[in-house]
């Protein structure tokens, strides 16, 4: 049990002698004492390893290296917004298995290249070939990852819950020099379901050698990370950097990475 959870576990205590000793009601901090957590499981994209900046960087060099200048697209801004676009949507698909993986990843070039009136299917392999080589060996982090995972190092046991592929989260945990803080790895690839499904959490809990009462989901997907894991009665960290309005009630709500400081 962390400094901070034995304070307010030793004030809850007294706080319920005293209680029944006076005969008065509970406090209402006795209610919420917060649950002493052991194991920790993070999410990996937008959580702990900045997708967007490193996407774009990565989509970056391959304007440059294949010229797509001069295939019409002046802005590459213009372009990235596209993938993201159609990167979101195809992922959407995958997630509830309308389209597989190999036409994920390369429909999201084809379509974003159609939308400059690009009409070439062996550009848009080739380019989901290359940027998935690129990608992963990019280091950007969320701000504050890396002090979180220091801070929480040895006094928990720290996860990932991802519903990326297996190969291409490994390169980013090492490229991204994180790999060391992380006990178990569990892909979507690996555990043969994907968040929000119960099925990927229960494998985590096995995997780990963990109980749901002792572990917290922290992620950044309302609907994938957080909503699986209170389906599966965990407690929830919801980071929401972007303020994103929902009506679900995660445990905890974060704009920061920064703020797990307090919790954990
Ligand atoms: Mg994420």
């Known amino acids: 049990?962390?400094?901070?959870?034995?304070?307010?576990?030793?004030?809850?205590?007294?706080?319920?002698?005293?209680?029944?000793?006076?005969?008065?009601?509970?406090?209402?901090?006795?209610?919420?004492?917060?649950?002493s957590y052991k194991h920790l499981f993070f999410d990996l994209d937008h959580t702990l390893w900045d997708f967007d900046k490193n996407s774009a960087a990565s989509l970056k060099t391959l304007y440059d290296e294949y010229n797509l200048k001069d295939r019409g697209i002046l802005d590459f801004d213009a372009l990235f917004k596209a993938y993201t676009y159609h990167n979101d949507r195809?992922?959407?698909?995958?997630?509830?298995?309308?389209?597989?993986?190999?036409?994920?990843?390369?429909?999201?070039?084809?379509?974003?290249?159609?939308?400059?009136?690009?009409?070439d299917t062996s550009l848009a392999h080739e380019l989901s070939i290359a940027?998935?080589?690129?990608?992963?060996?990019?280091?950007?982090?969320?701000?504050?990852?890396?002090?979180?995972?220091?801070?929480?190092?040895g006094r928990y046991d720290i996860h990932l819950i991802t519903n990326g592929f297996e190969t291409t989260q490994r390169?980013?945990?090492q490229y991204s020099g994180i790999a060391r803080y992380f006990n178990?790895?569990?892909?979507?690839?690996?555990?043969n379901s994907m968040k929000p499904h119960p099925d990927i959490f229960a494998y985590a809990l096995k995997a780990a050698n963990a109980v749901a009462e002792e572990s917290i989901m922290i992620g950044d997907a309302i609907d994938v990370d957080i909503l699986g894991a209170i389906n599966a009665g965990w407690d929830t960290v919801y980071y929401n950097p972007f303020?994103?309005?929902?009506?679900?009630?995660?445990?905890?709500?974060?704009?920061?990475?920064?703020?797990?400081?307090?919790?954990?």
């Open 184 to 191: 178990m790895l569990i892909t979507s690839e690996r555990s």
């Open 171 to 173: 390169l980013k945990l």
């Open 131 to 153: 940027y998935l080589e690129i990608l992963p060996t990019q280091t950007l982090l969320v701000p504050h990852a890396k002090e979180i995972l220091e801070h929480c190092k």
């Open 243 to 264: 303020g994103v309005k929902h009506n679900r009630k995660p445990t905890y709500e974060i704009t920061h990475l920064e703020e797990l400081m307090r919790i954990f």
């Open 1 to 35: 049990m962390c400094h901070t959870s034995k304070v307010w576990h030793n004030y809850a205590i007294h706080s319920f002698i005293f209680a029944v000793i006076r005969k008065t009601p509970l406090p209402v901090t006795y209610c919420y004492m917060p649950k």
């Open 90 to 119: 195809l992922w959407e698909r995958y997630r509830k298995g309308f389209i597989k993986r190999d036409e994920l990843r390369w429909k999201r070039m084809w379509l974003m290249l159609l939308d400059f009136k690009v009409a």
